[in-house]
């Protein structure tokens, strides 16, 4: 059971213009919600993170929305640049304790191609 | 300040060998994760370690293992390795926060091939 879905595997965008990748969840005590970027044989990088008493943050070039009544939440990049091509995971965190501890449950990614 | 440390990068084994891995967190991290990325499941969670105490565990076998000592460093071990266990083996730490709200920062990974 995929609790976190990431339904697009590859997204190609021109350079300046606004890349916009999609996650969905079915968990509904999802609480908190991350955006990473990964480069091959890397880790990943933290771009962004949401509450669920937000419904959008903002840093730089990056905006995450997050619609809880739909389960779903989308990154925004405006606007986009070359070095934005990487693999992108949604992850999610459940409120509270016990088996949310330290567990983020990941999307299977979406690759991002920024053409110049 | 510096960011996760793993060690090896790299490590290759042959079936029925045993691995361990470790993982220093960022200065001040007490909280240390585990997750295994492979083509075929994604990034999967193994298990999670605040204070010593292992307060957290995925859907992993017995085989896999961890531990973390008083100074916050981590280590995983593997035994009687297989095939199926070649991934990115990833460290992720977090500050204390409260629980499900803490953002992980992920170590560069080690690569683990099982011939």
């Known amino acids: 059971d995929q609790q976190v879905k990431q339904n697009s595997p590859s997204l190609s965008v021109q350079e300046g213009r606004i890349s916009i990748l999609n996650c969905d969840y079915t968990n509904s005590m999802f609480d908190y919600f991350l955006w990473y970027k990964k480069y091959p044989a890397e880790g990943p990088t933290f771009l962004i993170s949401i509450s669920s008493i937000k419904d959008k943050n903002e840093d730089g070039r990056f905006t995450v929305f997050l619609n809880k009544s739909a389960k779903h939440l989308s990154l925004h990049i405006v606007p986009s640049q070359p070095g934005d091509s990487a693999v992108y995971f949604c992850a999610a965190s459940p409120r509270g304790g016990g088996t949310s501890y330290g567990k983020l449950t990941f999307g299977q990614g979406t690759i991002l191609t920024v053409h110049p | 300040k510096a960011g996760v440390t793993q060690t090896p990068r790299y490590l290759i084994k042959t079936r029925g060998q045993q691995v361990t891995l470790s993982c220093s967190p960022i200065?001040?991290?007490?909280?240390v994760s585990w997750y295994q990325q492979t083509p075929g499941q994604g990034l999967q969670f193994l298990f999670e370690y605040f204070s010593e105490t292992q307060r957290n565990k995925g859907n992993f076998p017995g085989r896999f293992s961890g531990r973390q000592f008083s100074n916050s460093r981590s280590e995983m071990n593997v035994s009687t390795l297989e095939l199926g266990d070649s991934a990115l083996y990833l460290c992720a730490s977090s500050y204390p926060s409260l629980a499900g709200m803490e953002t992980q920062y992920f170590g560069p990974g080690t690569r683990l091939l099982v011939l």
């Open positions: 200065s001040g991290h007490r909280s």
